[in-house]
């Protein structure tokens, strides 16, 4: 269910996510991606989904090492190999932030519904999508705001330390 939501959201025409409101551009002009020239202003606007891939040399060094850039980076490999070199689509971020998000959605359900008895698993389940799959938390993914890698490092951390709680991947390993 929360594929399914956050992907009519992220993917399907008219996109959704937010605009800039001025920090864009540490994320932005560090790995190599600038503003296009765009008919509305680009505070009071809704998502921008197209920018610019630098050709050149990048002289704006990256001044804060952050783990967003990395998946900037791993959105520019995918965005260079099935739609342009030279134009950015803001939906590649959001496919690398939706592929995360989901396996952290599973692992966290698996979780908490571990052991598994079906009205609870379900009701606990319907929980988990209409917590984390709100809007409110999913469109930063078609953003170069920080908050979808913090929102899935959360979901991460949280479902492996309930599946630890709860000893969802338990090994019984024969005793010699």
């Known amino acids: 269910m ?4 956050s992907g009519i959201l992220f993917f399907i025409n ?4 937010l605009a800039d409101n001025g920090d864009f551009y540490r994320a932005m002009l560090g790995n190599g991606i600038y503003r296009l020239p765009h008919p509305s202003n680009q505070y009071l606007s809704y998502v921008i989904p197209k920018f610019g891939i630098m050709k050149y040399l990048n002289e704006n060094n990256v001044a804060v090492f952050s783990s967003q850039s990395l998946f900037i980076q791993l959105a520019l490999v995918l965005n260079r190999l099935f739609y ?3 134009i950015f689509d803001i939906r590649f971020l959001g496919v690398v932030y939706y592929v995360f998000y989901l396996g952290g959605i599973y692992l966290l359900t698996k979780s908490l519904v571990y052991p598994y008895k079906k009205v609870r698993s379900y009701v606990v389940a319907l929980l988990v999508v209409v917590m984390f799959a709100d809007s409110s938390f999913t469109l930063y993914f078609n953003s170069f705001f920080a908050e979808p890698g913090m929102l899935i490092a959360m979901l991460y951390a949280f479902g492996a330390l309930m599946a630890i709680a709860h000893k969802c991947y338990q090994k ?5």
Do not use: L
């Open 172 to 176: 019984n390993w024969p005793i010699k």
């Open 14 to 17: 008219p996109i959704h996510g």
């Open 84 to 86: 342009s070199r030279t």
């Open 2 to 5: 929360a594929a399914i939501i």
